[in-house]
């Protein structure tokens, strides 16, 4: 019905940069806000970046600066540009959406599969 596949990960050396993109895809009225959360081993799923659907951002602290949020709403994507990367930014990096369904009418929260991102020293 609804479905979130991100891509761009990958393994990159400090201080280089990656764009993580996420598409959204099947039966949808809108899609609504649009989040980039991650998480590394021994920690919680954190908030990384937002953006809603007229463009408004936030960002995590740790990542403020370094990372944007965009989104393009005729392609129902978003993307997360990041630079500066360090290595505690390695974690797994998951898309998430609020979306309205076309099937239900109701707005849900999806979920991607995640894509690694690993930065190495």
């Known amino acids: 019905q609804v479905q979130l596949v991100e891509s761009g990960g990958g393994l990159v050396q400090a201080g280089g940069s990656l764009r993580l993109s996420c598409a959204a895809s099947?039966?949808?009225?809108?899609?609504?806000?649009m989040d980039w959360y991650r998480q590394a081993p021994g920690n919680q799923r954190e908030l990384v970046a937002g953006?809603?659907?007229?463009?408004?951002?936030n960002y995590a602290d740790s990542v403020s600066g370094r990372f944007t949020i965009s989104r393009d709403n005729a392609k129902k994507m978003v993307y997360l540009q990041m630079n500066s990367l360090k290595p505690e930014d390695t974690a797994v990096y998951y898309c998430?959406?609020?979306?309205?369904?076309?099937?239900?009418?109701?707005?849900?929260?999806?979920w991607g599969q995640g894509t690694q991102v690993t930065v190495s020293s």
């Open positions: 998430s959406a609020d979306i309205t369904s076309l099937v239900t009418g109701r707005r849900n929260r999806y």
């Open positions: 953006i809603t659907s007229g463009g408004g951002t």
């Open positions: 099947g039966r949808i009225i809108s899609v609504n806000d």
